[in-house]
């Protein structure tokens, strides 16, 4: 009974979609939480205060800082996507506006992306078909929005062989055919 | 054509979406303005040949709305600002 009401990944299926293509594996992610946080106007310094005590890190632009349980990247001025593990943050906008207080409009987004972790020896040739970010020149940790196949996505840099990227949940089909089809044409 | 993002630094122009003629940002108010102005504010617009001012939105980056000063001749990009920081300096409270 309890296995029927497991939640479905965003291609409707039981188990995360993992694929492989010459040197490169996509890798769906399925236990990761996101929450979304910006400080309310000019409470900009609550929020930090609150954050720091939470353990929550609060990067400058275009960064991803890591983190246990909270790892985040900037998206705009004054605010952030939080990843956090599912299993232990499930009910995560919750849990951070009990730690952040009224400082910080919190909202959940775990259900509006799809996550794919990428891995290979290096990204750089599939990034080059696939955005229009300077992989290779980018440092590690770098995260930026940017366009996959129309797609608005998050792109992570992990390490040059390593990236996380976060699309739109409802076109998960069409980003993972975009990558799988980039990846194709490079193998 | 790049805009050079006062927080992200250069981003290719298809990143952002075109509003139009800074001047939109400061609108009259309804209730005091007269009917002229408000006409003026809804229907009027410059069409320089030379330095422009101009809204754009960085929808495929941060969603900041960004004053440009373009010259539409030359298409050279000579400033940029954040709108925000831009109505903060006028006294407004957004």
């Known amino acids: ?187 | 054509m790049i805009i050079h993002h006062p927080i992200l630094g250069p981003r290719d122009a298809q990143e952002f979406v075109y509003l139009g003629d800074a001047s939109l940002m400061d609108r009259p108010d309804g209730m005091t303005a007269g009917i002229e102005e408000f006409h003026e504010y809804l229907y009027q617009r410059g069409n320089p040949a030379g330095e422009h001012r101009e809204l754009w939105y960085h929808e495929q980056g941060d969603r900041s709305w960004l004053v440009v000063t373009r010259n539409t001749v030359t298409h050279e990009i000579t400033k940029v600002e954040l709108a925000r920081d831009v109505a903060r300096a006028k006294g407004r409270s957004k």
Request: hydrophobic content about 50%; overall charge negative; glycine content about 8%.
């Open chain 1, 1 to 187: 009974m309890a296995d029927a009401l497991k939640a479905m990944t965003a291609f409707g299926l039981r188990e995360p979609k993992q694929v492989k293509i010459g040197a490169l594996s996509i890798k769906e992610l399925t236990d990761v939480a996101l929450a979304s946080v910006a400080a309310r106007k000019g409470r900009m310094a609550d929020l930090s205060r609150a954050a720091a005590a939470a353990g929550l890190p609060l990067p400058g632009p275009s960064t991803h800082a890591p983190g246990d349980p909270y790892s985040s990247f900037w998206v705009a001025p004054e605010m952030w996507l939080v990843e956090a593990p599912f299993a232990s943050h499930e009910l995560i906008a919750d849990m951070l506006r009990a730690a952040l207080g009224d400082g910080a409009s919190v909202t959940e987004q775990t259900d509006a992306w799809v996550g794919f972790d990428l891995t290979a020896d290096d990204l750089t040739a599939l990034m080059q078909r696939l955005c229009n970010v300077d992989f290779a020149m980018a440092p590690d940790g770098h995260a930026t929005r940017t366009v996959m196949e129309h797609l608005g996505v998050y792109l992570i840099k992990r390490g040059k062989g390593a990236a996380r990227v976060y699309g739109p949940r409802s076109s998960a089909e069409s980003l993972l055919h975009a990558v799988e089809a980039a990846a194709v044409a490079l193998a």
